[in-house]
């Protein structure tokens, strides 16, 4: 079990030491290789962000709680840092070790006010499930409902503003974020909300009320755990127990099966994003279940995005440029949306080669499992890379593109099959040429 550091004391010290020892790794590398020629220069300086993403995240991974929230919301975002750092974060993904259950049950208890055996007739001590913020437990309601139980690590609130400020700096001081002062003010407020929403089980339970309305009105076999409220309170949510499969076991399920599964992925996320204009946007496999008759399962509503409605209509205008492969519309709404410093230097060709490669799992029909489109993209991007200093990360749409990249993982790994032209066309109609 898991001991969480709780002291903020204790927890700026060990982010501190983090930033120290990163700094003293950042000079030494530069004395080290001042006479180098070019090449060694950067073969040394990929090596050093290899050392500063394990750095960073060994130290956010022990620490548990906000810090390796952070960590992980951050890891979403692997534009923003080089590669060999977002590699290594990118590890925070995985569960976290569980808390002892006296601490849960202790929090447990305060939170709802009453004992744990006057509120459950079956408790598991041993969680199915533990993250950064918190660890999910099956139990029984003493009218004998099957549910799971989601408890917030205590103290673990406490300590967000300050993991968060400790984290900024550190990674600001090392350089490790590729984007200028602006665009990290806009980014880590972004953050910011996101790990205060996650950090708030109530704003989760609301968010689990509206999806689960919104999808029952369109399709009844996308499933949202439903919210006991009686059993819940901001840093405890008790859920109905709605149970499938993982991703990996329903990869070997017929291929019907398969490409129903995709096709209400698709929707899901579509329906969301395009007309409630909220969508979940934690595309991790783990927070999917499958189960053989094309149900999709979907959990933790903690991470939820809201999109303006005019940037809903940019998107969809974006699309039907890259569509028509027009050029001077693609750039127009790129520079409205941040992502691009200067026009008419990128060449059009290779923008029209990006086009097509992008759409193509949309477009036709399209085997996912052999990934054209991601093997394709490698060679374009390596001819984009010296032109690559005109684009950068646009802070209103880093989770539209890291949700779309996610489930497009998701369709690859669950081997879809299929044509999902017409579904794209009814989601995003094609505008007259």
Request: net charge neutral.
């Amino acid at each position: 079990m898991a001991k969480q550091t709780t002291s903020a004391g204790k927890r700026f010290l060990k982010l501190a030491g983090m930033t120290a020892s990163i700094a003293s790794k950042t000079v030494s590398n530069t004395l080290r290789n001042i006479n180098a020629d070019d090449e060694q220069k950067q073969a040394a300086k990929s090596e050093l962000w290899q050392e500063i993403g394990i750095k960073i995240a060994d130290t956010l991974g022990e620490m548990k709680g906000a810090a390796m929230k952070v960590g992980q919301i951050a890891s979403q975002y692997q534009d923003i840092f080089p590669p060999e750092v977002a590699r290594a974060i990118a590890k925070l993904q995985r569960q976290a070790p569980p808390m002892a259950f006296a601490a849960i049950q202790q929090q447990l208890e305060n939170e709802l006010g009453q004992p744990l055996s006057s509120l459950f007739s079956q408790f598991e001590q041993i969680p199915f499930a533990a993250a950064s913020i918190g660890q999910v437990h099956r139990a029984v309601l003493i009218s004998g409902e099957h549910v799971v139980v989601k408890v917030q690590y205590p103290g673990i609130d406490n300590a967000c503003e300050s993991d968060l400020k400790q984290i900024r700096l550190a990674l600001r001081l090392m350089g490790v974020l590729k984007i200028d002062k602006a665009l990290q003010e806009r980014l880590f407020s972004e953050i910011r909300e996101n790990l205060l929403a996650e950090l708030n089980y109530e704003i989760e339970a609301q968010n689990l009320n509206v999806f689960r309305a919104f999808h029952a009105e369109l399709d009844p076999k996308i499933v949202i755990p439903q919210v006991y409220a009686a059993y819940s309170s901001r840093r405890v949510l008790t859920l109905s127990c709605e149970l499938g499969e993982t991703l990996e076991t329903a990869s070997t399920w017929p291929q019907q099966v398969r490409n129903e599964l995709g096709r209400r992925l698709i929707t899901a996320l579509g329906q969301e994003m395009l007309f409630l204009k909220r969508f979940h946007c934690d595309a991790h496999p783990g927070n999917f279940a499958f189960r053989a008759d094309g149900t999709l399962i979907i959990y933790d509503y903690g991470s939820v995005k809201t999109l303006s409605s005019e940037l809903v209509q940019r998107l969809k205008d974006l699309v039907n440029a890259a569509r028509q492969q027009d050029v001077a519309t693609i750039e127009q709404h790129l520079s409205a949306l941040g992502a691009l410093t200067q026009t008419n230097q990128f060449p059009v060709a290779l923008y029209q080669q990006w086009m097509e490669v992008l759409l193509r799992p949309l477009n036709q029909h399209y085997d996912f499992a052999s990934n054209s489109a991601y093997y394709d993209s490698v060679g374009l991007f390596k001819q984009s890379l010296k032109y690559w200093d005109i684009f950068r990360p646009s802070p209103g749409t880093l989770m539209v593109n890291r949700t779309i990249s996610g489930h497009y993982w998701n369709l690859v790994n669950l081997k879809v099959d299929d044509d999902f032209s017409e579904l794209f066309q009814q989601l995003i109609p094609k505008q007259p040429s």
